[in-house]
């Protein structure tokens, strides 16, 4: 089965904590305009798995 191609879109910015050394904060967006897709898979699904949607997502990293 052919799976047709796609295209997704992501942003991230980080953001360095000037108070604490070696601390960043990153903020995200994953498939910023909600495309549906498909991806390829080894499972009983015919080799397709629907692609993740939107995802917004905040990350944080200390050193010590």
Same mark, same amino acid.
Request: aromatic content about 14%.
């Given at each position: @089965? =052919?799976?047709?191609g796609f295209r997704t879109w992501n942003l991230q910015? @980080?953001?360095k904590v000037p108070q604490w050394k070696r601390t960043d904060i990153?903020?995200?967006?994953?498939?910023?305009?909600?495309? =549906?897709?498909?991806?390829r898979t080894t499972?009983?699904?015919?080799? =397709?798995l629907?692609?993740?949607p939107r995802m917004v997502y905040i990350q944080a990293r200390a050193g010590f």
């Amino acid at each position: @089965m =052919r799976i047709p191609g796609f295209r997704t879109w992501n942003l991230q910015a @980080m953001f360095k904590v000037p108070q604490w050394k070696r601390t960043d904060i990153t903020i995200g967006l994953n498939n910023v305009f909600d495309k =549906r897709y498909y991806t390829r898979t080894t499972d009983s699904n015919a080799g =397709r798995l629907v692609g993740a949607p939107r995802m917004v997502y905040i990350q944080a990293r200390a050193g010590f």
